[in-house]
């Protein structure tokens, strides 16, 4: 015993001794057992092992090795050293869980299932900044979450995030393409000068699918309008293609047009009193501002779910970054990004929080902001306190992530979902104020979104979910037959999304963390969309639940076997080959 107590003290100091900070180095922190409680005594044998041959207070550590592990070893029992905290429960995914079925009264039928849900955090007996129609939000990748898809996306009751990983100029200006297309009220993208062919017109009509053309003395978007092509003005059989516009377009005093400052009701009253598919709106100068056309009425009557502003505007979000915020966020602010999200794989750090506060005392609670990825309640908590709008869940769970494969970090996407909701319960009922957790990652099936919904979580954020359709920014291939759009994380070579993994603010990635691949294309986003809403439908309404606020409070869960997912398939028959009927 009297051995053992010598030992004790003379190893602590020697580990003392080797954990004080550096005299040359004041940033470099103590590691003492108050600062590192999660200090393993390992480290104390690796340097026990460092230091062999050297004295240790006249012991020689060669001799009295073995005396030296049972002292450990005995410390660690009687917990006089603190180690690693180990979680012996293993970590589960979605697909190891289903739910049960639970009483459903005749009021559970599909249409009167609400999937409404907030997107930022509120107080208790406030109503969410931001409420999403539709509990999806699309990832912060480059073959994600360009502008075409963040139209689309807020027609259909959910929220993009623009992708950072390019300059914030650039991502300002994605940002502020979707932000004018105020519902109705179209920036011109097709624009030809007096001066073009009709050979110009066709190819331009070819890029764009649009028939509609705007000529304005300059060609651009905002010049003076002198007219407009469409294909009512050409034949294509009976004229030259080096035919000049100004011979064949309606002029500007020929048309029906509308002056800035028209509301959307009133421009589509013009449209249909002159029995006209388009109307140019000019400003005074007689500058061109847009176009209402007649197809976006009857557009926004099949949406009804469209995440619209309060002027009309299609509501956007944008990705942000911990190292060049102060640069971005001013542009993407006065771009009119309605909520911005912190992009890092791992956000339970003090980056994070300097950021957030940065945002705070510029801009106070006005823009919104979530944080993240983490996969634990203390993660949540650091993000909730210091002022994160919402909090993502996830860390290596994506279809393109490897980042559990190359950093060994990272938490089975249920397990990590289930521990964070609770968390955000328990902070609720302390502080009245209610932070939202997006589901970030490990979403492989339609029904796996519904699982997260009950989980806890109040809305998820998909990548390859998106990058199939139509509206993602990347190009259509045929691979083996198979048609297939291109998907690469923000982690690879081709992102090169240094801002999102870098550590030490050398801007540049040290090794990958995502892979570059295909996915197979599944057509446009609206009809898939809506196909994966009425499954969630559904399932909730089998559960008793028409709000995703009492799926959560209803669900049952239960974890399943290998055997049990297995059978949970169509299995012991032939499968027919789809004829693409059902894509």
């Known amino acids: 015993f009297l051995i053992r ?9 020697r580990y003392a001794s080797w954990a004080a900070p550096e005299p040359d180095n004041p940033s470099h922190k103590t590691l ?14 690796v340097q026990i092992h460092r230091s062999r041959e050297k004295t240790l207070d006249r012991i020689r550590v060669k001799r009295y ?37 639970g009483y459903s009264d005749c009021s559970c039928i599909p249409a009167n299932v609400s999937l409404k849900t907030p997107l930022v955090r509120y107080k208790k007996g406030e109503t969410p900044a931001i409420t999403l129609n539709s509990p ?37 200006a994605m940002v502020a393409r979707v932000k004018a297309q105020k519902a109705g009220f179209v920036p011109s993208d097709s624009n030809l000068s007096p001066e073009a062919t009709l050979a110009d017109v066709l190819a331009l009509k070819a890029k764009t699918g649009h028939s509609t053309i705007a000529i304005t003395e300059d060609g651009t978007s905002n010049g003076k309008m002198v007219g407009i092509v469409s294909s009512r003005d050409y034949r294509v059989s009976r004229m030259d293609k080096s035919e000049k516009v100004k011979n064949f377009m309606t002029p500007v005093e020929k048309l ?23 109307l140019p709106v000019l400003y005074e100068d007689g500058r061109l501002y847009g176009f209402v056309f007649r197809k976006d009425y009857d557009s926004h009557q099949e949406n009804p779910n469209e995440m619209l502003d309060q002027q009309k505007r299609f509501i956007v979000g944008a990705g942000i970054n911990s190292r060049d915020y102060a640069d971005r966020v001013p542009l993407l ?18 980056w994070q929080k300097i950021t957030i506060n940065w945002i705070r005392e510029r801009y106070g609670e006005k823009v919104k902001v979530g944080a993240g990825n983490v996969v634990d309640r203390e993660g949540f908590l650091f993000l909730a306190e210091a002022g994160a709008d919402f909090v993502k869940v996830g860390i290596g769970g994506g279809s393109i992530c490897i980042t559990r494969e190359t950093k060994g970090i990272g938490r089975g996407q249920a397990t990590a979902l289930i521990e964070v909701c609770q968390a955000r319960d328990e902070y609720y009922k302390r502080t009245g104020i209610y932070v939202p957790v997006c589901s970030d990652g490990g979403i492989v099936y339609d029904h796996h979104i519904t699982l997260a919904l009950a989980m806890g979580a109040d809305f998820v954020m998909l990548g390859r979910y998106f990058a199939r359709f139509d509206e993602s920014p990347t190009q259509k291939r045929t691979v083996g037959g198979t048609i297939v759009k291109e998907y690469w994380g923000e982690g690879s070579n081709r992102a ?18 995502g892979v570059d691949s295909y996915v197979p294309y599944a057509g446009p986003l609206k009809e898939n969309v809506e196909k994966t809403c009425a499954k969630i439908k559904a399932t909730m309404c089998n559960c008793g639940a028409i709000t995703i606020p009492q799926l959560q409070e209803k669900a049952k869960l239960t974890l399943v076997s290998a055997t049990s997912i297995v059978e949970g398939g169509a299995h012991d028959v032939i499968r027919k080959e789809k004829d693409g009927s059902d894509r």
């Open 256 to 278: 029906v047009k509308a002056n800035y400052g028209i509301t959307l009701s009133e421009a589509n009253d013009i449209i249909w009193d002159n029995k006209i598919n388009s």
């Open 496 to 513: 090169r999304n240094w801002g999102r993994y870098d550590l030490d603010g050398s801007k540049k990635l040290a090794f990958e963390e």
């Open 333 to 350: 602010v006065d771009a009119g990004a309605d909520v911005l999200c912190i992009d890092s794989s791992e956000g339970f750090s003090e």
């Open 5 to 13: 107590v010598e030992l004790s003290q003379t190893i602590k100091g």
């Open 32 to 45: 003492t057992n108050s600062a590192y409680p999660r200090r393993s005594f390992y480290a104390i044998i």
């Open 65 to 101: 090795s073995k005396l030296i592990y049972f002292h450990l070893f005995t410390l660690f029992l009687f917990k006089e050293e603190i180690m690693a905290t180990y979680i012996n429960e293993p970590a589960h995914t979605f697909n190891e869980y289903l739910l049960i079925p």
């Open 136 to 172: 999806m939000v699309s990832a912060i990748m480059q073959a994600v979450s360009g502008e075409k898809l963040a139209v689309e996306l807020a027609r259909n009751g959910g929220v993009s995030f623009i992708y950072g990983s390019q300059t914030p100029e650039e991502e300002a």
